[in-house]
């Protein structure tokens, strides 16, 4: 490939590197300071426990006695000589040497990718996979910890995709084996693709380095390839979410002892043998990296206990390619992504429910790629090209420059359903937490600020003639019926309406989902601004004006952290009002897409009934509903200005679906340029 091919990169793709690079770089930087922050008793408390100054590895007796050490007799071996460094200068070498080693992973994973790819994606492979390494959390969990789960991991493609020959490669998966026993499983795979030597090469490197160690120090070696079933049942809390192996699942589920036993062993079997077969068949087909994927998944599976900083081989499984069409294609790797750079919480709610799958999201994940996952063969038609996205012909806008983004065209056929759920449900989890951040992570931390703000709003209502809560406040709260109903209003259909609002437009009007979903996305970013650089206080946290909390009850403001539910949520958040605002996104909806006009004059008594239960109940003033109001109306214009307007559907007749009508007019006909 000599400079100057016509096929090389362009200057933006040469840009675009350079960025890619440069985000990578400061992740890296970001994460080395998050550990070299952290106080030395809180960080790097796994190496501190093996070759700290009482570490297991550094007094004398056996590498288990404290049941602290749960890697094999070698993997003590290679970690004995460390002890005699000093911790802080050992830290720091550990954690710039463990991201060293993940830089490298990440460039060998470039270069492992399914030929043909593109001269533009082979260059910027390398730093996307560096990026998203850093930023998962079993490499987070490893600098964190001080673990060495990056080894096995790196000596494994090294071994598949670095060196010559098949002796060496088999010579790194068995050193890998031997830090790591359920490596040996990469010889199976070996074997049955024709690579017979890399296979025995692996199996005897793994035999002979554990008879090597056995001979050192064979109390040790009895202790854990016997007593302890090749290391089953070291360490202390099995059933501990942390463990994400088919053993710790079936402990968390209330399964023990010799029940538990057999079921974790018939079903190891039986996803070894699939997941085995599936990776042979996905590496005969020219896609190596996705059969590694594969088969450290099912180690995942398969091992007794796989600690977070072991599901690196999670994220190798998004370069498969699942789905038909274009559309589908991204919810694999968005859903891969996902599942290895978030914590599980943020997946799904904190809801009795949904525990099962939340405490195993990562192993279903492992599992799902193993077994499961109908990823494409290189033959398939429809891996290379998949089936086009139906676009709408664009609108025309009033001025020349709209939509910004020319590519972001709107889509008739609906998005795929679970990624729109993943998205929604991150997204929100997101919105919690910056809430909850702007005030410094406590309810307390940003009372005065937010008081004083409180105060700044009520003067600029009193200026306005518009400080109408206190009046209406005590009339609810005088109203019994009234009050009910406010109160049931204001904490019931925030969330119902917009979900239900979101469900009609998914199934019925697929393209104005999105023209819809992106404003409500778009306005409820621009809200987590505000809340962030303006924290306000809601009338019923205004302890010397006399409001009454129809809600949550009487406060206690002796306390710090006061009130029901402010352990959940940022109470602070009132500026602008999300509750009026998320409303008022529905009854414009409702408004522009309805068809009838009793229908839309129902949608607007959602914002009426809404901004009168924020205001009775004292949650909220006046002036945060027309922040809402503004925030929405921005949502919209952002819209309109990235995308274009609102593509207009016109319904055909019977079997024929809907046709874009780029007028007003209900005949079809096209009346030029037509502003949204």
């Not at 911790?87 to 710039?96: I, K, R, Y």
């Not at 079993?138 to 995709?161: D, K």
């Not at 449900?425 to 910056?434: D, E, L, T």
């Not at 949650?619 to 214009?637: E, K, R």
Request: hydrophobic residues 50%.
């Amino acid at each position: 490939m000599g400079a100057g091919r016509a096929d090389g990169p362009g200057p933006r793709a040469g840009a675009a590197r350079v960025l890619l690079w440069l985000l990578a770089a400061v992740l890296a930087i970001r994460q080395i300071a998050v550990v070299l922050r952290t106080p030395e008793g809180e960080r790097l408390t796994d190496l501190e426990t093996w070759i700290g100054p009482e570490g297991v590895l550094h007094v004398n007796g056996s590498f288990y006695d404290a049941d602290k050490f749960t890697d094999t007799p070698f993997a003590g071996l290679v970690l004995k000589p460390l002890t005699r460094a000093g911790e802080q200068a050992l830290g720091w070498g550990w954690t710039f040497g463990t991201l060293g080693l993940v830089v490298v992973l990440g460039v060998v994973a470039a270069r492992a990718l399914p030929q043909p790819v593109s001269r533009r994606t082979s260059l910027l492979a390398a730093p996307v996979a560096v990026s998203l390494l850093i930023l998962s959390l079993p490499v987070r969990n490893t600098l964190y910890l001080g673990q060495t789960s990056i080894l096995p991991v790196l000596l494994v493609l090294l071994g598949l995709f670095a060196v010559r020959g098949q002796r060496s490669c088999g010579v790194l998966i068995g050193v890998a084996a031997a830090l790591q026993p359920a490596m040996l499983l990469f010889a199976v795979p070996l074997w049955f693709t024709g690579r017979k030597e890399a296979a025995a090469a692996t199996g005897g490197t793994f035999a002979a380095v554990t008879a090597l160690v056995w001979a050192v120090i064979p109390s040790d070696s009895t202790t854990y390839w016997i007593h302890h079933l090749a290391g089953t049942g070291l360490g202390a809390d099995p059933d501990a979410n942390a463990n994400q192996s088919l053993h710790g699942m079936l402990l968390r589920a209330g399964l023990e002892g010799p029940p538990e036993i057999a079921v974790f062993v018939v079903l190891g079997l039986a996803v070894i043998a699939v997941g085995l077969r599936r990776a042979v068949r996905y590496a005969r087909d020219g896609q190596l990296l996705l059969a590694v994927a594969i088969t450290g998944c099912v180690a995942v599976a398969v091992s007794p206990t796989t600690w977070q900083h072991q599901l690196l081989w999670v994220l190798f499984a998004v370069v498969g390619r699942v789905g038909k069409r274009q559309s589908d294609r991204y919810v694999w790797p968005v859903a891969v992504i996902l599942v290895s750079t978030l914590p599980a919480k943020m997946m799904l709610p904190n809801m009795p429910v949904t525990e099962p799958v939340r405490d195993n999201i990562v192993l279903i994940a492992a599992l799902a790629a193993a077994v499961a996952v109908p990823f494409l063969s290189r033959s398939h038609p429809q891996y290379r090209e998949p089936i086009p996205t139906e676009y709408a012909e664009p609108v025309p806008a009033r001025w020349s420059r709209i939509p910004l983004v020319p590519f972001w065209r709107r889509v008739l056929a609906r998005p795929n359903l679970l990624l729109e759920l993943l998205l929604i449900r991150v997204g929100y989890s997101a919105y919690q937490q910056v809430r909850l951040a702007a005030t410094g992570g406590t309810i307390s931390g940003g009372r005065a600020d937010a008081e004083q703000h409180g105060a700044q709003i009520h003067a600029i209502e009193q200026f306005l003639h518009i400080d109408v809560e206190h009046w209406f406040n005590h009339l609810t709260a005088r109203t019994g019926r009234l009050e009910d109903f406010l109160d049931f209003y204001y904490t019931s259909f925030h969330f119902l309406v917009p979900l239900s609002v979101l469900a009609v437009l998914y199934i019925r009007r697929p393209a104005d989902y999105r023209w819809a979903r992106s404003a409500l996305g778009f306005a409820t970013v621009l809200a987590l601004i505000g809340f962030w650089a303006y924290p306000l206080a809601p009338p019923r946290l205004m302890p010397e004006l006399g409001f009454i909390d129809t809600v949550h009850g009487v406060q206690d403001f002796t306390q710090p952290d006061y009130g029901t539910l402010t352990e959940l949520t940022n109470q602070y958040a009132a500026m602008p009002s999300l509750h009026f605002g998320w409303s008022l996104w529905c009854g414009l909806v409702v408004v522009v897409l309805a068809p009838r006009r009793w229908m839309k004059a129902l949608g607007l008594l959602h914002p009426f009934f809404t901004v009168c239960a924020i205001v009775g109940t004292g949650n909220h003033w006046v002036l945060d509903a027309v922040g809402g109001a503004a925030v929405v109306g921005a949502g919209f214009g952002l819209t309109y200005v990235l995308s274009g307007p609102r593509v207009r559907q016109q319904p055909q007749k019977a079997g024929t679906g809907t046709t874009p009508v780029t007028g007003t007019s209900r005949t079809g006909s096209a009346k030029g340029r037509t502003p949204s």
